[in-house]
């Protein structure tokens, strides 16, 4: 940049306070090189609140200046607000960056950790740089940042890169404002930082590079690595080795949910995956995640990594010394480092104990996990990019709300759980915490509320929460609610769902909500999950829902679907012709459950009529992990593309439009589809029209309700939606009919993004209507 010194221009000297992601990003350096190309002087600091400038010389060169901040931001920088006020002359000799200073009130926001960048990674693999086959090299474009942060202004101090002191090379690139590592704050080399380690049985621990040699061994033989990732443990092994993979499995207690395959580079990962500009873009990015591909023909994948499925989950290498690992090994499976449902590891004691007889050695390294952060999944569909697992690489971002709020914390829901802590007018999604069932998970709960208390410095005035009466995260939020003294907001799990569509799309009127999900509670307990609602962000009214499913053996249902498809059969006045396969005394004792209504509550859950069509067309009976049914149902239907929906009936009361619900009828569905399995019609074209089907009933049932309330947009959430055919073909049928539609971008349409709908919804009441919403608002005091 040119230098906008001039001698004649009156002297000014300027404070500008710089909002948004600008600390460990790089930024003070940039600052550092514009204020001197421009001949400016004065100082830049980090403190709580973002980054402080003041800056002192020519009129037109502080004005330039101003420019050029958001111009020449570097690549990881997020500039949400810059304030500048007139202050007076100090005459400062030269432009300095300085240490960070404290302040009352923290605001600044916490970058992601970022994938290694080209320069680094140059540096790591040429035998000429002294940090050739470092692991843990970076630069202010890259590396460790949310996970490693203790507490904000980010500086070393405040890092678990304290323990580690710069030798005077490193020391020396931190200090030269012409390096690429000029405050870079995890900066170190093999000298003065982290080391790696190998842990293998009883056999003597290997250091450094031989620990690396022995690793890369193991896992060309096929053996099970733990490692020390980004955000937590990691476990490795061949792609290409069948019995490997099953024996991961078993030892993780992992009969068939997919795992994640991480590729040496974009080369390898599209020989195994078919990948568009998006998905590409995707897998190159800083975040790294994994991102959800067709699987190519004849990839030379085991087929155990990813059963029955059709689809390959692929990541690009997001740290040195994953690049270090593939070098040898060009595709390795790489899933998190856990048992079943529970939390990814993030220490070594507590790898050593949870992972023993999984994992058959330990790639560790002594950088502490401050923050643990499992690897984010996104699928890209028609060229948007679509959330399914939010954490390492995109949390903290913020999702904008769009208006100022009272600091809410939301606790979301049982599964797929993350919180939400509202500051200002932004909305701070934590990274997945997991499903709230065991003793470490509701630990970890705590722990991320905790943490992100403090590094936003927000103590909530409001604690959202679901109806649900039973779920951990209500029972924690009431109870702290208590002892807090303040008002606990219960938000309806379905409006929460459609809320957070509209939180992040930046909307707040009132739309057509479409929630598809398994099973949630309804405002009296009933069991509610396919839901089509009016609603805005203060409130929630049903309009319409699908025939209710029994489920006839409560939550045993949802585990075996036959269930269901005996349930949908009975239901429709079908033979049972089609459950030969289930013994008939099994049969018998359902059908009298059903009858008699005895542990077979009844729910209108979209997710449970996939699954009843999927055990009816034969693609399972039993399920080991949540929606693996309705997932494998898709992937046979791809087989297929019949676009020709089986009949349905919206059936609206007599009134019209009144206080009851007009029911979307699925018996004429399951009568049709029972006749075109007893018929022998292809699977695969079975479950094609049943995704036409659903997808042309969303869009009847909206069409009905626009003819009633002149409403023209449509928001889609709910877990259901992360089924890319279901979306796809449900966006471009009402696209079709004239309807805007808003769909997922952000935070995912699963229970994962639940939380920002629940602090959009308890944020929006108290701001906007807070006296309306459907949702109970009581105050507790301690």
């Known amino acids: 940049m040119e230098a906008f010194h001039d001698r004649q221009d009156p002297r000014s000297r300027r404070a500008i306070r710089v909002r948004g992601t600008v600390q460990g990003v790089g930024f003070r350096p940039a600052v550092y090189r514009i204020a001197r190309a421009a001949g400016l002087v004065g100082f830049v600091r980090n403190d709580g609140e973002g980054v402080w400038i003041e800056i002192e010389g020519g009129d037109a060169a502080v004005g330039a200046f101003v420019a050029a901040l958001r111009q020449e931001v570097p690549p990881l920088a997020r500039i949400d607000a810059i304030e500048v006020a007139p202050i007076p002359l100090v005459g400062d000799r030269d432009f300095c960056v300085v240490g960070s200073a404290p302040t009352a009130r923290t605001s600044a926001t916490i970058p992601a950790d970022a994938a290694t960048c080209d320069a680094c990674l140059r540096e790591l693999l040429d035998p000429n740089d002294r940090r050739y086959r470092y692991p843990f090299i970076n630069c202010t474009d890259c590396g460790p940042r949310f996970t490693i942060i203790r507490d904000v202004p980010y500086d070393r101090a405040r890092t678990t890169m304290a323990a580690f002191v710069m030798c005077t090379s490193c020391q020396a690139e931190y200090e030269d404002p012409g390096n690429r590592r000029f405050h870079a704050e995890p900066n170190a080399c093999a000298l003065c930082g982290p080391r790696v380690a190998l842990v293998e049985g009883h056999k003597p621990r290997l250091q450094g590079e031989a620990a690396l040699e022995r690793a890369t061994e193991l896992l060309a033989e096929g053996s099970i690595v733990a490692l020390k990732g980004l955000g937590g443990y990691q ?43 998006a998905g590409r873009a995707e897998l190159l990015s800083p975040a790294r995640p994994i991102v959800l591909l067709g699987a190519r023909n004849g990839n030379q994948v085991a087929q155990s990594v990813a059963p029955f499925v059709g689809e390959l989950g692929v990541m690009l290498p997001a740290t040195p010394l994953h690049h270090l690992l593939l070098a040898q090994s060009p595709l390795l ?40 952060a499992d690897d984010s999944v996104v699928r890209v569909t028609r060229g948007r990019v679509q959330p399914v697992r939010r954490a390492r690489g995109y949390v903290p971002a913020p999702v904008p709300l769009g208006f100022e709020a009272p600091s809410v914390l939301a606790v979301g829901a049982a599964l797929k759980n993350t919180v939400c802590l509202v500051r200002g007018r932004d909305a701070y999604l934590s990274q997945h915490i997991g499903d709230l069932d065991g003793v470490d998970a509701r630990g970890f709960f705590v722990e991320v509320i905790e943490k992100l208390q403090r590094l936003l410095d927000v103590q909530p005035a409001l604690i959202a929460h679901d109806h649900h009466p039973d779920y951990v995260s209500t029972r924690w939020a009431l109870a702290q609610a208590e002892a807090q003294g303040v008002p606990c907001v219960a938000v309806q799990h379905h409006h929460a769902h459609v809320a957070s569509c509209l939180a992040e799309n930046g909307r707040t009127e009132t739309v057509i909500g479409v929630a598809f999900d398994g099973t949630g509670c309804g405002p009296r307990g009933d069991l509610w999950g396919g839901e089509f609602l009016l609603c805005d962000l203060a409130r929630s009214k049903r309009l319409g829902h699908l025939r209710a499913i029994s489920l006839a053996g409560g939550e045993t249902a949802i585990r075996e679907p036959w269930r269901l498809a005996l349930a949908a059969l009975i239901d429709a006045g079908e033979p049972l012709d089609l459950m030969a396969h289930v013994p008939s005394h099994r049969q018998r004792f359902l059908a009298r459950m059903i009858e008699r209504n005895i542990s077979a509550p009844r729910a209108t859950g979209a997710g449970r009529w996939f699954d009843a069509v999927a055990s009816l067309v034969g693609v399972r009976d039993t399920i080991s992990y949540e929606a693996q049914a309705a997932i494998e149902l898709e992937a046979l239907a791809k087989g297929s593309f019949d676009e020709r929906p089986y009949p349905f009936v919206v059936d609206v009361p007599a009134a019209g439009e009144g206080d009851t619900p007009f029911v979307v009828e699925m018996r004429p569905t399951i009568r049709a589809v029972a006749a075109d399995v007893r018929g022998d019609i292809p699977s695969a074209r079975i479950a094609s029209r049943f995704y036409a089907t659903m997808a042309e009933l969303i869009a009847e049932s909206c069409r009905h309700v626009r003819r009633y309330h002149g409403i023209q947009t449509v928001a889609l959430s709910g877990g259901c939606f992360q089924s890319a055919m279901l979306s796809e073909r449900a966006r471009a049928t009402l696209e079709r009919d004239g309807f805007e539609v808003l769909t997922h971008r952000l935070v995912p349409a699963n229970d994962g993004g639940l939380a920002l709908g629940q602090a959009a919804v308890a944020a929006y009441r108290a701001v906007v209507a807070p006296e309306g919403g459907t949702g109970h608002v009581s105050r507790h005091t301690g």
Do not use: C, Q, Y
């Open 235 to 277: 476990l490795a092994i061949r792609a290409d080795l069948d019995d490997a993979v099953w024996r991961l499995r078993a030892r993780k207690r992992r009969p068939h949910k997919p795992f994640a395959l991480m590729a040496r580079d974009i080369d390898v990962a599209a020989r195994v995956a078919e990948m568009n500009e």
């Open 333 to 372: 499976v790489m899933t998190s480092g856990n048992a079943a449902d529970e939390p990814i590891a993030k220490d070594d004691a507590e790898a050593f104990t949870k992972l023993d007889g999984i994992a058959d050695a330990f790639l560790v390294h002594d950088r502490a996990i401050h923050t643990r």
